[in-house]
């Protein structure tokens, strides 16, 4: 049953793959440096190498803007992106997969009742426009600097020629690589949640986790875009926006490829955490709208006289309709998922404020009065709880959203079998698995009361107020440790 849902999910990969390589390759195939079929080839092998390897970056913001908890739920949403994608990708027109995923997953959130992070919605926004301006700066910066050399180079022009094609190699399949581990995320990962795959050891050290097993499937099915539909998006990027020459299409690639792995790589966050350094965020974003960046940046470099400002606006208004049109697709859908073909979208939750949930909203500093007008009382979506709780003007929404987030009932029973058998045990080091089996058999009834727990544990050391990207880093890795305990103990009851 998982494989007939994930189709929505492989149907939004192809999407991507025949929307998104042009965003890599365009340019270079229509200066004829490269032919489309070596092109695809080597973006089908490095997209699939991102993805398996460096796609969990990205998709952990992503997650953080709403999580998918029903597989009826995640197939939809997934579908809805797709069908934005296909229906402006029809006329040529290359669209962000990042921005349709966002506009369904809110559509979700709509539907189902939960808060939406608008602190998500502004980190992965705010990551879009900085994408495409500091794409325009690279590419605005490489063309100088490889303009005086271009000028002054004596090489005879075949040698220039085969210079520019292997480089045009390189850098595409750079690019490749960044673009599978940016964007994968968007392809499925609104299945991670409700993945059935278990962690596969296949030699010595090396595991292909359940999550990379979803990520190369979804990397397959952009691979078939690549190959069935990439073509004529690739003439929008390539031609017809601002003509390149093969040096400038070699320049616009390379800033691509720098943006996208910036915002994808966990290694570089990490290296940069570690000497003190500020961070990129690890969002997904618009491999179209890097692109597009980076020729501007080229083509204001020249004097922007030859920019095709129509082409151009035609591309902008497909940045702002997609996500619209991807929400309300969404929530159409979810609505006939649910009401006509009876599917589950959205796992029940309840949110319940006893003496329990209200002693602890209590003990974490919150004032009693605020709760006068839940306490007692049990709900069954978040949006419910925030129109009572808003009545009490000194809570903030991250207040609110704290608050829901421990009245939810979430029933756990702590097996580290389940770990071993899933293969998840890898995931987490022999003292924190030593902690663990320390509980096994135990029930818990919050998801704060696993982690209160478990954070008593040196094993687990978790900061309540970081003080800095360090600390906030170190939590949020933790936080996903914990996450994947959560789905893992998760047990049913009526």
Same mark, same amino acid.
């Not at 939004?12 to 092109?39: H, P, Q, Y």
């Not at 100088?144 to 190699?169: C, E, G, M, T």
């Not at 397959?220 to 926006?241: A, E, N, Q």
């Not at 597009?292 to 208004?317: E, F, Q, T």
């Given at each position: 049953?998982?494989?007939?849902?994930?189709?929505s999910?492989?149907f939004?990969?192809? +999407?991507?793959?025949a929307?998104?390589?042009?965003?890599i390759?365009?340019a270079? =195939?229509?200066?004829?440096?490269?032919?489309?079929? @070596?092109a695809?080839?080597?973006?089908?092998?490095?997209?699939?190498l991102?993805?398996?390897?460096?796609g969990?970056?990205? +998709?952990?913001?992503?997650?953080?803007?709403?999580?998918? !908890?029903?597989?009826g739920?995640?197939?939809?949403?997934?579908l809805?992106a797709a069908?934005?994608?296909t229906l402006?990708v029809?006329?040529?027109?290359p &669209?962000?997969? +990042?921005?349709t995923?966002v506009?369904a997953?809110?559509?979700?959130?709509?539907?189902s009742?939960?808060?939406?992070?608008?602190?998500s919605?502004?980190?992965?926004?705010?990551s879009? =426009?900085?994408a495409?301006v500091?794409?325009?700066?690279?590419?605005? #910066?490489l063309?100088?600097?490889?303009?005086?050399? =271009?000028n002054?180079?004596?090489?005879h022009?075949l &040698?220039?020629?085969?210079?520019?094609?292997?480089?045009?190699?390189?850098?595409?399949?750079?690019?490749?690589?960044?673009?599978?581990?940016n964007?994968?995320?968007n392809v499925?990962? #609104?299945f991670? $949640?409700v993945s $059935?795959?278990t !962690?596969i050891?296949?030699?010595?050290?090396f595991?292909?986790?359940?999550v990379q097993?979803?990520?190369?499937?979804?990397a397959?099915?952009?691979?078939?875009g690549i190959?069935?539909y +990439?073509?004529?998006?690739?003439?929008? =990027?390539?031609?017809?926006?601002f003509?390149?020459s093969?040096i400038?299409?070699? %320049?616009?690639?390379m800033?691509?490829?720098?943006v996208?792995?910036?915002?994808?790589?966990?290694?570089?966050?990490?290296?940069?955490?570690?000497l003190g350094?500020?961070?990129? $965020?690890? &969002?997904?974003?618009?491999?179209?709208?890097?692109?597009v960046?980076? &020729?501007?940046?080229?083509?204001?470099a020249?004097g922007?006289?030859?920019?095709?400002?129509n082409?151009?606006?035609?591309?902008s208004l497909?940045?702002i309709?997609? $996500?619209?049109?991807?929400?309300?697709i969404s929530?159409?859908?979810?609505?006939?998922?649910?009401?006509v073909?009876?599917?589950k979208?959205?796992?029940?939750?309840?949110y319940?404020?006893?003496?329990i949930?209200?002693t602890?909203?209590?003990?974490d500093?919150?004032?009693?009065?605020a709760?006068s007008?839940v306490?007692g009382?049990?709900?069954?979506?978040e949006?419910?709880?925030?129109?009572?709780?808003?009545?009490?003007r !000194?809570?903030?929404?991250d207040? %609110?959203?704290? %608050?829901i987030?421990?009245?939810?009932?979430?029933?756990?029973?702590v097996?580290t079998?389940s770990?071993? @058998?899933?293969?998840?045990?890898?995931?987490?080091?022999p003292?924190?698995l030593s #902690?663990?089996?320390r509980?096994?058999?135990?029930?818990?009834r919050?998801?704060?009361?696993l982690?209160?727990?478990?954070?008593t544990?040196k094993?687990?050391?978790?900061?309540?107020?970081p003080?800095n990207?360090?600390?906030k880093?170190?939590?949020?890795?933790?936080?996903?440790?914990?996450?994947?305990?959560?789905?893992?103990?998760?047990i049913?009851?009526?």
């Amino acid at each position: 049953m998982f494989f007939f849902y994930l189709l929505s999910g492989l149907f939004l990969g192809w +999407s991507l793959g025949a929307n998104d390589t042009g965003n890599i390759f365009g340019a270079a =195939v229509e200066t004829r440096m490269l032919k489309f079929k @070596k092109a695809a080839l080597i973006a089908a092998i490095f997209i699939t190498l991102g993805a398996v390897f460096e796609g969990s970056g990205p +998709s952990g913001t992503l997650g953080k803007l709403g999580s998918v !908890d029903a597989l009826g739920g995640a197939f939809t949403v997934a579908l809805a992106a797709a069908i934005a994608i296909t229906l402006i990708v029809r006329i040529g027109i290359p &669209v962000s997969t +990042s921005q349709t995923i966002v506009g369904a997953i809110i559509g979700w959130n709509v539907f189902s009742g939960r808060l939406t992070d608008y602190r998500s919605i502004i980190t992965i926004a705010s990551s879009w =426009v900085m994408a495409f301006v500091l794409s325009a700066i690279i590419a605005a #910066v490489l063309f100088y600097l490889a303009k005086p050399w =271009v000028n002054r180079s004596k090489s005879h022009l075949l &040698v220039q020629d085969l210079f520019i094609r292997n480089a045009l190699i390189v850098v595409g399949a750079f690019g490749a690589y960044s673009l599978g581990a940016n964007n994968i995320a968007n392809v499925v990962g #609104v299945f991670v $949640p409700v993945s $059935p795959f278990t !962690d596969i050891h296949i030699w010595g050290p090396f595991v292909l986790t359940g999550v990379q097993q979803l990520y190369l499937l979804g990397a397959l099915s952009i691979v078939v875009g690549i190959y069935t539909y +990439s073509h004529k998006v690739m003439r929008t =990027v390539g031609k017809d926006l601002f003509h390149l020459s093969p040096i400038t299409a070699l %320049i616009a690639l390379m800033a691509e490829a720098i943006v996208l792995f910036l915002f994808a790589s966990r290694g570089l966050y990490n290296l940069l955490l570690s000497l003190g350094l500020p961070t990129i $965020p690890l &969002v997904p974003v618009s491999s179209t709208q890097v692109i597009v960046g980076a &020729v501007i940046g080229i083509g204001l470099a020249k004097g922007g006289k030859n920019i095709r400002y129509n082409i151009l606006g035609k591309i902008s208004l497909a940045w702002i309709a997609a $996500p619209i049109l991807a929400f309300l697709i969404s929530f159409t859908m979810l609505f006939i998922m649910q009401n006509v073909f009876e599917q589950k979208v959205r796992e029940k939750t309840q949110y319940i404020f006893d003496r329990i949930t209200v002693t602890k909203i209590i003990n974490d500093g919150y004032d009693p009065a605020a709760l006068s007008s839940v306490n007692g009382r049990s709900f069954t979506t978040e949006r419910d709880i925030y129109h009572e709780l808003t009545e009490f003007r !000194d809570l903030s929404r991250d207040d %609110i959203s704290q %608050i829901i987030e421990i009245a939810e009932i979430y029933p756990m029973l702590v097996d580290t079998a389940s770990l071993t @058998k899933s293969g998840m045990y890898r995931r987490f080091s022999p003292e924190q698995l030593s #902690v663990l089996r320390r509980y096994d058999g135990q029930e818990f009834r919050h998801k704060w009361q696993l982690k209160a727990l478990l954070t008593t544990h040196k094993e687990f050391e978790y900061y309540p107020k970081p003080e800095n990207e360090l600390q906030k880093n170190q939590n949020r890795v933790l936080d996903e440790q914990l996450n994947q305990l959560y789905r893992s103990f998760r047990i049913e009851k009526e």
